[in-house]
């Protein structure tokens, strides 16, 4: 399989207008639209197709996170952050337009994100994220995109991935976990491929 898009190649900077924040002071919100992107060469059998979008290069303690005068430390462990999970896309739609499933941000998360027809979409990260946060807090589910710590030294990679899957549904309801996906794909993949877009906010670090 191959997965493509027109706004970025593989292993290159994702534009800021598929970030949930941009550059500002020190950061600002951006237009959170959902990047293009078409995949091919699915193997036969395919019957139905998952995306995914996780960052790998998190912060795993959040003591320095976004704060003034401090660095996140480059050697920290790192783990990952969902930005997207979608299940059940049919095996007709090899392509999603730019902007097709998110083109805001929605405070409080968007409780019905677009997506192809019988599509199901899972929660992301930053439900917890804002958990604590009066005006943000709630249960974002579909797509938002970047919005790394600014302080961070090290570029945070962004891996859209799609699955080849043997059955055309998945017993996932809306709002599922990463955990719940893997759960349920499990022995049901053909095929996957990944586009890899790169991403920093930190102005002393070219992404």
Not at 10 to 30: D, E, M, R, T, Y
Request: net charge negative; hydrophobic share 35%; proline share 9%.
């Amino acid at each position: 399989m191959q997965l493509r898009s027109d706004n970025f190649q593989h292993g290159q900077p994702i534009p800021s207008k598929f970030a949930f924040c941009k550059p500002g002071n020190p950061v600002a919100l951006s237009d959170n639209y959902n990047p293009h992107l078409a995949w091919k060469d699915a193997p036969a059998g395919t019957r139905s197709f998952v995306l995914t979008c996780i960052d790998t290069d998190v912060p795993t303690k959040l003591d320095d996170v976004n704060k003034e005068g401090r660095t996140v430390p480059a050697d920290l462990p790192r783990g990952e952050f969902v930005h997207w999970l979608m299940v059940n896309i049919p095996v007709e739609c090899v392509e999603l337009a730019e902007g097709a499933c998110s083109d805001e941000i929605t405070p409080r998360g968007k409780q019905q994100p677009f997506g192809p027809p019988g599509s199901v979409q899972g929660v992301n990260d930053y439900t917890g994220w804002f958990a604590d946060d009066a005006d943000m807090g709630g249960s974002y589910l579909g797509y938002d995109g970047p919005c790394p710590p600014w302080n961070d030294p090290l570029v945070h990679h962004y891996h859209f991935r799609v699955y080849a899957l043997d059955t055309d549904k998945l017993a996932l309801t809306s709002g599922f976990t990463l955990a719940q996906l893997h759960a349920a794909i499990s022995g049901h993949v053909l095929a996957e491929a990944v586009l890899t877009g790169t991403y920093s906010l930190n102005p002393n670090v070219r992404a």
